[in-house]
């Protein structure tokens, strides 16, 4: 083989190395891209569930005898009638559940979505149970006809909206 063949040859290898490098170098990144990308992670999933409002520590001790003090903040979460426990995401739509004691004493329905690898609950809409019935839940005042998702005092005449219980004879009863 001649010198300048010999060159050519370097020349031809060194420049493929480099092409695989490259293309090693760009599918690291496309993999990264991948792991990192969360539209690509598993879907957050929809949920129809029937229990109580808890106080998560408070259940903890008495299940498990967890240290918790008894001089504690409560911890508020959902305990459904299948006995699974939820912590609840504290938003505009679920804050009522956390400050209204009224509905702390009702059997409640949540529907709402749990997320891959968690117990975390987040409440799309609320309903609540009465003999076997289901029933919408809201807040209302009366003399503006505005309906809102938690207590307080209307947003027109501020005057304190009303706890509403409405029966939906044809809502199903989940287990
Ligand atoms: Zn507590
Ligand atoms: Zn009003």
């Known amino acids: 083989m001649s010198r300048t063949a010999v060159n050519r040859l370097i020349y031809w290898v060194s420049g493929l190395i480099l092409t695989l490098a490259v293309i090693g170098v760009a599918n690291t990144h496309r993999q990264n891209a991948e792991t990192n990308e969360p539209l690509n992670s598993p879907a957050a999933q929809e949920i129809r569930l029937r229990g109580r409002i808890v106080c998560l520590p408070e259940e903890m001790h008495k299940l498990y005898h967890a240290d918790v003090p008894a001089n504690h903040e409560h911890l508020y979460g959902f305990k459904a009638t299948n006995e699974a426990f939820y912590t609840l995401l504290r938003t505009n739509l679920s804050e009522a559940l956390f400050i209204d004691k009224r509905l702390q004493e009702k059997e409640l329905i949540i529907k709402g ?19 076997g019935i289901v029933h919408e839940l809201y807040y209302y005042c009366e003399t503006c006809a505005i309906r809102t998702v938690a207590p307080g005092d209307c947003v027109c005449c501020q005057a304190p909206v009303e706890l509403v219980e409405k029966p939906l004879k044809l809502a199903p009863l989940p287990d």
């Open 113 to 131: 979505r749990t997320f891959p690898k968690t117990q975390i609950l987040e409440a799309i809409s609320l309903q609540s149970v009465h003999n």
